[in-house]
């Protein structure tokens, strides 16, 4: 973005440089005999050059901007610019002169039509660049905000992302998730050794799993599934019979992409509010399809339910809304709903 002092700097400088270069024509042309012509062709016509510019720029200042904005319609205005403001600019410029005693009285309209027919032709040439030149720099303008704002909105999702990988990290190495990992574990040593040495190996999936996609903003919906599958099979240890699972995917989804822990952290939501509370346990269902170029991914429970609108600020949930947000926009959302006696979150992505 052009700052104030260098938007000065085109009208007080190309102005100055114009007559020296004409002025110096003139002298090698023999057009300029001695050195009182040439000081007065150079003073009258730096007077002349100066104040056109200054007020051509204040003026083309505040034209062009509302051309390039389209306040104004760019014909009729160009007309009334070139028939008008240019004629006009010209004479007062030349009664300032007058006044000021650079120039002959008894020349005052001889000199003002012979410099209006030089000066319109420049005037569509210099206006026209005027408006090519402002439509251009407007349009370096727009792409800058906007490529700022699309760093802000990756610096956004990078944030939400790592925050949700700091959330479910923490929930891995929760002193109660882990005790009552590490209690199931001992639990089954002594009665089945190979299903606590197959659960000690699901948390260390899990644990891994939450580090190495650190550095990713999408991974295979084939890998969140497996550690969704070790979660769920940690949490068979504790829970036995009461907690049954069912995931139905087809080997083409599984290839999809999906942000890392976003269905890890519905089937989370799903033990904790749907399972945990019922003395008898319940069921736990995956499943996904693919609608209108949208992946959906449904997490059914058979627990009672509860409205996205109370899930406080910073939750799992309300973290994964943002993660969506800052990934892919209005093109993903979040659902929460009741059908069949079943409560249902619905995660919606692009397909990729």
């Not at 300032?96 to 020349?107: E, F, K, V």
């Not at 693919?290 to 600020?313: C, Q």
């Amino acid at each position: 973005m052009i700052s104030g002092k260098h938007k000065w700097m085109l009208p007080l400088v190309l102005p100055n440089l114009t007559v020296a270069t004409v002025v110096v024509f003139q002298v090698l042309w023999h057009q300029i005999s001695n050195t009182q012509d040439l000081l007065h062709s150079l003073v009258y016509d730096l007077l002349y050059a100066n104040l056109c510019s200054a007020l051509g720029f204040l003026l083309i200042g505040v034209v062009v901007q509302k051309l390039i904005r389209r306040e104004l319609p760019l014909a009729p205005t160009f007309a009334l610019c070139f028939f008008v403001v240019v004629p006009l600019g010209i004479l007062i410029v030349q009664a300032m002169l007058t006044a000021t005693g650079h120039a002959p009285r008894q020349y005052f309209w001889p000199d003002y039509l012979h410099t209006l027919r030089f000066c319109m032709p420049l005037s569509v040439v210099f206006g026209l660049g005027a408006i090519a030149y402002g439509a251009l720099q407007d349009r370096v303008q727009r792409m800058e905000a906007t490529l700022h704002e699309k760093e802000i909105a990756e610096a956004q999702a990078q944030k939400s992302t790592a925050e949700a990988r700091l959330r479910v990290l923490e929930s891995r190495i929760h002193p109660h998730f882990l005790f009552n990992t590490l209690n199931s574990i001992s639990a089954l040593i002594s009665v089945n050794p190979s299903r606590a040495e197959q659960t000690v190996g699901q948390l260390a999936i899990l644990l891994r799993a939450s580090l190495d996609n650190s550095t990713q903003s999408l991974i295979p919906f084939e890998q969140e599934l497996a550690m969704v599958e070790s979660y769920l099979e940690i949490e068979k240890v504790r829970f036995g019979d009461k907690l049954r699972t069912s995931t139905l995917v087809s080997k083409e989804l599984r290839c999809a992409l999906v942000p890392p822990m976003s269905v890890q952290m519905l089937v989370e939501n799903a033990v904790k509010h749907g399972i945990t509370p019922q003395r008898g346990g319940g069921k736990i269902e995956v499943d996904a399809s693919l609608k209108d170029g949208s992946l959906k991914i449904e997490v059914r429970d058979s627990g009672s339910g509860f409205n996205l609108t109370s899930v406080p600020a910073g939750h799992g949930l309300d973290n994964l809304v943002e993660r969506l947000n800052s990934l892919f926009g209005a093109k993903a959302h979040l659902n929460v709903s009741r059908r069949d006696g079943q409560s249902i979150v619905e995660m919606v992505v692009p397909h990729v």
